[in-house]
């Protein structure tokens, strides 16, 4: 079994910043790839970025130059280090792991930014 455990949501103003961290327990393989997930009231989950095992990354459009995904391999965990923060970037934030032909989710933080 996996889990995966979430921390770092919160309230912040825009133009803020916040730090997700997710740490993953169980039976985690090498080969991997780890990913933060958001949903907004109303809308669909959409995929906010992503990091290999071997640190090859990707990000929505939406958030270039403002999110950096990062992890350390030794402590299964990554992080996603959110800055110049908007309202529209307000969503449930949920961590996933990609391993095989299984995917794993965290049970989501909450970042809400006011205007």
């Known amino acids: 079994q996996v889990q995966l455990v979430e921390s770092g949501g919160g309230l912040v103003q825009a133009g803020g910043s916040l730090r997700l961290s997710c740490a993953a327990s169980?039976?985690?393989?090498?080969?991997?790839?780890m990913a933060w997930y958001r949903q907004a009231p109303g809308k669909q989950r959409e995929l906010v970025a992503g990091?290999?095992?071997?640190?090859?990354?990707n990000y929505a459009d939406s958030v270039k130059g403002r999110f950096t995904i990062s992890r350390d391999n030794a402590k299964n965990t990554v992080y996603l280090q959110m800055n110049s923060l908007k309202p529209e970037d307000t969503a449930v934030y949920y961590c996933?792991?990609?391993?095989?032909?299984?995917?794993?989710w965290g049970q989501g933080t909450q970042v809400t930014v006011s205007s």
């Open positions: 169980g039976s985690i393989f090498r080969i991997n790839v």
């Open positions: 990091i290999t095992n071997v640190g090859t990354t």
């Open positions: 996933n792991l990609g391993q095989g032909a299984y995917h794993h």
